[in-house]
């Protein structure tokens, strides 16, 4: 059985529309951006945190899959986006990303006990270079209003009502 190693109604979802069995247990880590850290290193390292964590609390032969995502302006140095504290932060976000290119990098990690019984991790990163369109303040305000963003890096979901204001998308 695949356990997926989030609470992310996301990753959920694309586990579901796959067909794909599997079970939630959150890692619940402290997900945080260590200084000098690249976008890239950082989500894969955070993703095989919480693999680890949750392969720590596991005594079955499962399978854990991790993730996680940052938005950020520049890969090399940028800070990145987060996700939103409160109402605010969201729509300063999402005016920052309007009518801007940014990337939206994702860190995968998979786990599973190897013939020693040992667990075994493999991660990897993709990053994916998203172009928003120039959304007004009004705009802003009634989508922060769904809520939608409250929980998202960057304060958008791609696959949610944002998409509208997404004419482009290069990569994964």
Known sequence: MLILASASP??????RNAGIPFSVQPANIAEEHRAG???ETCVRRLA???AEAVARR???DSVILAADTEVVLDL???TPLGKPRDHRDAVQMLRTLSGRSHFVVTGVCIAWKGKDGSWQFKDSAETTLVEMQRISDREI???VA???PMDKAGAYAIQGIASRWIPRIEGC
């Open 10 to 15: 996301r990753r959920q979802e694309l586990l």
């Open 37 to 39: 850290e690249t976008p």
């Open 48 to 50: 095989r945190e919480k």
């Open 58 to 60: 596991v005594e079955s």
């Open 76 to 78: 090399i140095s940028g």
């Open 141 to 143: 305000e009634d989508y």
């Open 146 to 148: 769904t809520g939608e």
